[in-house]
């Protein structure tokens, strides 16, 4: 049996995180589901993710809620009603770059730090498009959506950005 439940919002929110920052200027050149615990922008000799952009969602956690978005406690298969569901998005960016042995000028260190906002008003625009979906569905409508913290990624090794979370109650359609 596939997943209904989580994956079916990752798509949803990958469709609207995409969208949002394709009509920003200097859109992300990838835009993907990722998975694990930490994302990294992949390099190789031949191509760099991070200088390209890129742009992803990922399941970050999955957990029975009775009151969401807190986690049940004590858990028995089949007795809760729902899951939390918390999608993980995140933009990475090239940190400025010299041709010459001189550190990078505050213009440059400015251009980037607008460009990482962009990121920022896209991803939220992003969140309210899968709540507005959610809300739009009946299957889905009165399903809570709860914006986390944007936080940045940590400067450093050429590649920053940021990332922002969001929580989303899904019914359990397991049992």
């Known amino acids: 049996m596939a997943d209904n439940m989580a994956l079916p919002l990752a798509n949803q929110l990958l469709e609207c995180l995409c969208d949002a920052l394709a009509t920003n200027p200097n859109p992300p050149a990838q835009c993907c589901l990722r998975v694990g615990d930490v994302v990294y922008a992949d390099f190789n000799q031949f191509q760099d993710q991070c200088c390209e952009g890129l742009a992803y969602v990922r399941i970050a956690r999955i957990f029975p ?26 933009v990475f960016r090239c940190e400025p770059q010299q041709e010459t042995v001189d550190l990078p000028s505050c213009d440059a260190w400015t251009a980037t730090a607008t460009q990482v906002a962009n990121d920022w008003e896209a991803m939220t625009r992003a969140a309210c498009c ?37 929580i989303v109650a899904t019914m359990n359609c397991a049992c």
């Open 65 to 90: 809620s009775h009151e969401f978005p807190a986690q049940l406690e004590t858990w028995t298969p089949c007795t809760n009603l729902q899951f939390a569901v918390e999608l993980e998005m995140g």
């Open 130 to 166: 899968l709540d507005e979906q959610l809300q739009a569905d009946p299957a889905t409508r009165g399903n809570p959506l709860i914006m986390g913290v944007w936080q940045p990624t940590n400067s450093g090794g050429g590649c920053t950005g940021g990332t922002l979370s969001v």
